[in-house]
T-cell receptor
């Protein structure tokens, strides 16, 4: 039973380019969460999605960042016109049920984004 | 201090010794979770303790929760070199969004062979 799969593992972009990060949740999981981790920091919540719905994007910057979880295919975190400050590790997590507070989130290995 | 803040920031011990890490938080919670992160990898879920529980065990792990002090501790007994990793506590917010986990900066544990 494959875990949460993220790709690419490493992504290098130049300032102004677009970055697309993909996440396939665990089989049977329909709830996806994205987090960002800056160097030597804990993870910060960005967005929570269910299939075809954004439930909570309160942790995501208002500009340049967007996320989707289509009916078919992986969840995508998209960063437009990247800047140096976007350099971080981006983690995706998934859970099988609506988060009622007693279900752990299962994390992927992350995408390390480096901006030149 | 931040929600879900771990203490100490770094801990170095010898194989076979016990390691204790602490976590403090600010809001009321439904549950508290501990995760492990090996260098360059994602987070691995270790244990979840509910707000109405005081202690929980899983293998060599022992977690305690004191909601009156808003603190938790993670004890790893008989440590091994393979336990070397960063350990994070994560809390939800019973008064807000219980899916929105808040992580501290973690404790970097080094177990020397």
């Amino acid at each position: 039973n494959a875990g949460v799969m993220q790709n690419p593992r490493h992504l290098v972009r130049r300032r102004g380019q677009e970055a697309r990060l993909r996440c396939s949740p665990m089989k049977g999981h329909s709830h996806v969460y994205w987090y960002r981790q800056l160097p030597e920091e804990g993870l910060k919540f960005m967005v929570y999605l269910q299939k075809e719905n954004i439930i909570d994007e309160s942790g995501m910057p208002k500009e340049r960042f967007s996320a989707e979880f289509p009916k078919e295919g992986p969840s995508i975190l998209r960063i437009q016109q990247v800047v140096r400050g976007d350099s971080a590790a981006y983690f995706c997590a998934s859970s099988p049920l609506p988060p009622i507070g007693n279900q752990p989130q299962h994390f992927g290995d992350g995408t390390r984004l480096s901006i030149l | 201090s931040q929600q879900g803040e771990e203490d100490p920031q770094a801990l170095s011990i010898q194989e076979g010794e016990n390691a204790t890490m602490n976590c403090s938080y600010k809001t009321s919670i439904n549950n508290l979770q501990w995760y492990r992160q090996n260098s360059g990898r994602g987070l691995v879920h270790l244990i979840l303790i509910r707000s109405n529980e005081r202690e929980k065990h899983s293998g060599r792990l022992r977690v305690t929760l004191d909601t009156s002090k808003k603190s938790s501790s993670l004890l790893i007994t008989a440590s091994r070199a393979a336990d070397t990793a960063s350990y994070f506590c994560a809390t939800d917010d019973s008064g807000g969004s219980n899916y929105k986990l808040t992580f501290g900066k973690g404790t970097l544990l080094t177990v020397n062979p």
